[in-house]
């Protein structure tokens, strides 16, 4: 009977040792889905600041492992579930030119954002997280990346300055690109394209692209989740090139991230057609909501003194690379008319 009692016995302590810190990452993302919901703030920024400023309960001996857990196992299980959002069969109705344009844009996005760590001596890893979270979905993105880039004592500082700034110009331009658009004449499609090629969040490209009309919204939609598809592949092409330079003492991360293989799989599911609506909206919530706590977690791992150390180089760094999409995704759109 006691050795039956023994692996429950022990689960029951890894459960009780990880309740605190997850439940308080749950009840910061809470506070911030509230604030998001009745005031209009994006929900990820608002995670981040929260966590932020409740960063001494991480030093809490009874919160340290829950938060470290939201933070890690969270995320990557969030990001695994965002693959419920791509559609095989909406992406292809875009069209080959369009495909195109989504992917040079995303490559060339991360080329930039390589070249500007360099120019500004930010180094790589920065580089990658800016230009990938740019390119591809915003602070997802940058949460995707981080977690497969080698870790060092600047990794969540990196992480959550990046998740801060690239969530401001997704704001900024879920304002100012649907003005462009309608300055520019652009038609729907045109419009919708432009739009879900450019801004970096999915929630800031559907409030942007509703705000215009419903065929604007839709296009930007797909196109926009044409972008979240390319996160499974980048993010595995990042794991592999990056393998070399993790520590040599300790365990390699793995070649393929369960969490990657996971994203796939689940972008391969969602396109068969076979789950039903309502459990693959409730696993695309799922998805937004387990985002939402790991920021939360990364939040209150981090300090703001640290965070401010960053400097104003960085922020010019994603500045540049949103200017660079924004104008190479306009001019991309009006050519293919």
């Known amino acids: 009977?006691?050795?039956?009692?023994?692996?429950?016995?022990?689960?029951?302590?890894?459960?009780?040792?990880?309740?605190?810190?997850?439940?308080?990452?749950?009840?910061?993302?809470?506070?911030?889905?509230?604030?998001?919901?009745?005031?209009?703030?994006p929900a990820m920024l608002m995670a981040m600041l929260f966590g932020i400023a409740?960063?001494?309960?991480?030093?809490?001996?009874?919160?340290?492992?829950?938060?470290?857990?939201?933070?890690?196992?969270?995320?990557?299980?969030?990001?695994?579930?965002?693959?419920?959002?791509?559609?095989?069969?909406a992406?292809?109705?875009?069209?080959?030119?369009v495909l195109a344009l989504?992917?040079?844009?995303?490559?060339?996005?991360?080329?930039?954002?390589l070249g500007l760590s360099r120019i500004f001596g930010r180094g790589w890893k920065?580089?990658?997280?800016?230009?990938?979270?740019?390119?591809?979905?915003?602070?997802?993105?940058?949460?995707?990346?981080?977690?497969?880039?080698?870790?060092?004592?600047?990794?969540?500082?990196?992480?959550?300055?990046?998740?801060?700034?690239?969530?401001?110009?997704?704001?900024?331009?879920?304002?100012?690109y649907p003005i462009l658009a309608e300055w520019l004449g652009l038609a729907p499609r045109q419009a919708g394209i432009f739009i879900g090629a450019s801004i970096h969040d999915v929630a800031q490209v559907m409030g942007a692209g509703f705000s215009m009309s419903p065929e604007v919204g839709d296009t930007?939609?797909?196109?926009?989740?044409?972008?979240?598809?390319?996160?499974?592949?980048?993010?595995?092409?990042?794991?592999?090139?990056?393998?070399g330079?993790?520590?040599?003492?300790?365990?390699?991360?793995?070649?393929?991230?369960?969490?990657v293989l996971g994203f796939i799989a689940a972008c391969l599911v969602s396109s068969t057609g076979l789950i039903p609506g309502w459990l693959l909206s409730a696993a695309q919530t799922l998805a937004s909501w387990l985002l939402l706590i790991a920021i939360a977690a990364v939040g209150l791992r981090t300090s703001l003194g640290r965070v401010l150390q960053v400097g104003s180089s960085a922020i010019a760094m994603v500045f540049l690379e949103t200017v660079l999409l924004c104008t190479v995704a306009l001019g991309g759109t009006i050519l293919l008319g």
């Open 126 to 176: 920065f580089g990658l997280l800016t230009g990938g979270s740019v390119a591809i979905c915003g602070a997802s993105a940058a949460v995707a990346i981080a977690a497969v880039l080698p870790k060092d004592e600047r990794s969540e500082e990196r992480l959550i300055f990046t998740v801060a700034t690239v969530t401001t110009m997704s704001t900024l331009a879920m304002v100012l």
């Open 54 to 89: 409740l960063n001494f309960l991480s030093e809490d001996s009874r919160c340290v492992t829950g938060i470290r857990a939201a933070s890690t196992t969270g995320l990557r299980i969030g990001v695994a579930f965002l693959g419920f959002r791509v559609s095989v069969a």
């Open 1 to 41: 009977m006691t050795y039956l009692t023994q692996p429950f016995g022990a689960l029951r302590t890894r459960a009780s040792g990880i309740f605190p810190g997850l439940a308080v990452a749950v009840l910061v993302a809470l506070a911030a889905r509230y604030i998001a919901e009745h005031y209009g703030a």
């Open 102 to 113: 989504i992917a040079g844009l995303v490559f060339l996005t991360i080329a930039t954002g």
């Open 220 to 243: 930007a939609t797909v196109v926009k989740l044409l972008r979240v598809a390319l996160l499974g592949p980048i993010v595995l092409g990042i794991a592999f090139a990056t393998r």
């Open 245 to 259: 330079s993790a520590p040599t003492s300790g365990k390699r991360p793995p070649i393929l991230p369960l969490f």
């Open 91 to 97: 992406v292809a109705a875009l069209g080959l030119p």
